[in-house]
């Protein structure tokens, strides 16, 4: 079963458009939505939830159609972002009395040993905590629910390594439970590194790509040599290729093709999530 299933989504706006998306976010796994900042991955996001509505195309959340049955769904959902959206003005005792009659399923006890563990004062206001300390108590918020799916926007932007990592081993821990799922979007791609099973990449509103990470690693090659190698055919067999007087270093999307053309004169290299976005989304030559 899939925990989030998107079919031609389309959203247009004047200067940009998601253009018939489509995207299965696989139960029981952790899903990175990967893409240069303004690819489209908030909007994707609210369309999930229901905050937009598409010009045309069908999402399913956890089986159920949305925004059709939108209560039914974010009963189930816990969403954490960089925005926050809670008053300021109130303390995080009061945000949760505020917050939890909407979950039948609340946990008290579970909230609290959140707030012990991330070490937040519930007489604390929220306009008072750090950026870190809101997505903290945003994470509080949506796993003392039972929520079995976590949507995560850009919640590791502008935190420091510490946290970073706690996060990261927070919800590593929680993938233990077989039928929770994650969908973390972000453009630091070191985070999905660590964490990631399925990797979507996004750019200009179009899906480039959804799979397994370790398929995409094991596909996708940067390679290595000297100018001579390069004529107008073989250009075209890169994603994006960067040149320099003395050389030049480029991204495959098939690294078997790669090897068949250029044998023993390159030097191959397995990419990291962030060589595969950089050379893609700047496509074509990169002079340096």
Do not use: C
Not at 110 to 131: G, Q, T, V
């Amino acid at each position: 079963m899939n925990a989030i299933e998107i079919r031609k989504i389309s959203k247009a706006y004047p200067h940009f458009t998601i253009d018939e998306v489509s995207l299965d976010v696989k139960q029981g796994y952790i899903t990175g939505l990967i893409g240069p900042n303004g690819a489209g991955k908030s909007t994707l996001i609210k369309l999930m939830l229901g905050m937009i509505y598409p010009d045309s195309g069908t999402v399913k959340v956890l089986g159920r159609d949305m925004p059709q049955q939108e209560v039914d769904i974010k009963q189930r959902v816990g969403i954490v972002s960089d925005e926050g959206g809670y008053y300021d003005h109130l303390t995080i005792h009061d945000t949760k009395k505020l917050i939890a009659p909407f979950y039948e399923k609340w946990n008290d006890a579970k909230f609290n040993r959140y707030l012990e563990h991330f070490e937040l004062s519930p007489r604390k206001k929220i306009n008072a905590l750090s950026k870190g300390m809101k997505i903290k108590f945003s994470l509080a918020i949506a796993l003392s629910h039972e929520a079995e799916l976590l949507i995560m926007d850009e919640p590791t932007s502008g935190l420091d390594p510490v946290f970073r990592r706690e996060l990261l081993d927070l919800l590593a821990d929680m993938m233990l439970e077989e039928k929770n799922s994650i969908i973390f979007s972000t453009h630091i791609t070191t985070d999905l590194d660590r964490i990631a099973d399925y990797i979507a990449f996004l750019n200009r509103g179009k899906l480039i790509f959804n799979e397994a990470k370790d398929d995409v690693l094991n596909r996708y090659a940067i390679v290595k040599g000297g100018p001579e190698l390069l004529d107008a055919d073989i250009r075209k067999e890169f994603v994006g290729i960067r040149e320099t007087s003395i050389g030049f270093e480029g991204l495959v999307d098939n690294k078997f093709t790669a090897k068949q053309l250029f044998g023993s004169y390159v030097v191959m290299d397995k990419p990291s999530l962030e060589d595969i976005m950089y050379f893609t989304v700047k496509g074509g030559r990169i002079h340096a």
